[in-house]
């Protein structure tokens, strides 16, 4: 069974920084490239950052460039995404999402909330 | 990159059917294959209905189905469900290889 677990949010002050870990099971993990999707409350999903099945290409959205960074560790089925310089507006439900291929996000994990406030 | 537009709500009596619209531009949706769909209940995580314009995922009901004209594509749900009432979102690859969403549809069956 595919799963996909994201944990590390929670509380931080603006300006600070937090590391998401999303473990991932059940499938061949450096064959895939992950993504990361975020959802303000209340709010539709955004699209964030995603990165090749090697760690070699990364993309991130306009609105967290320079400020975050996606990686992974095959040797331990596990994507990442350093968060600095986080802001009020970063505020939202994380997902990390498998693509099956060419944009097919076809498994989600359950999200970590990260929380910007001071 | 700006979101795909999407209507805010749309609604239908159970068996009749609906059409969600997806609007980009020919910067992402109408110059790619690459647009997906997602269904969302609330506090649940999105799930994927259709990918690649007009294809379902095994499991998936053919009562979804998908299509592209332009720089628009559309989800159908034929035969509405109430299990159907949840939030539906389109993404499209765009061409500085990234994604972008659509802002979301609240599909009420009434």
């Known amino acids: 069974e595919v799963q996909l677990v994201e944990s590390g949010g929670g509380l931080v002050q603006p300006g600070g920084s937090l590391r998401l870990s999303c473990a991932a099971s059940?499938?061949?993990?450096?064959?895939?490239?992950i993504h990361w999707v975020r959802q303000g409350p209340g709010k539709g999903l955004v699209w964030v950052s995603r990165i090749n099945e090697h760690g070699t290409d990364k993309m991130y959205a306009d609105s967290v460039k320079g400020r975050f960074t996606i990686s992974r560790d095959n040797a331990k089925n596990t994507v990442f995404l350093q968060m600095n310089s986080l802001r009020a507006e970063d505020t939202a439900v994380y997902y990390c999402?498998?693509?099956?291929?060419?944009?097919?996000?076809?498994?989600w994990g359950q999200g970590t909330l990260v929380t910007v406030s001071s | 990159q700006s979101a795909l537009t999407q209507p805010a709500s749309v609604s239908g009596s159970p068996g009749q059917s609906i059409t969600i619209s997806c609007t980009g531009t020919?910067?992402?949706?109408?110059?790619?294959?690459?647009v997906s769909w997602y269904q969302q209940h609330p506090g649940k995580a999105p799930k994927l209905i259709i990918y690649e314009i007009n294809n379902r995922p095994s499991g998936v009901s053919d009562r979804f189905s998908g299509s592209k004209s332009g720089n628009t594509a559309s989800l159908t749900i034929s035969g509405l469900q109430a299990e159907d009432e949840a939030d539906y979102y389109c993404i499209s690859f765009t061409f500085i290889n990234t994604g972008v969403f659509g802002g979301g549809t609240k599909l009420t069956v009434l």
């Open positions: 999402v498998r693509d099956e291929a060419l944009w097919r996000l076809d498994y």
């Open positions: 020919i910067r992402d949706v109408g110059g790619y294959k690459y």
């Open positions: 059940g499938f061949t993990f450096s064959s895939h490239w």
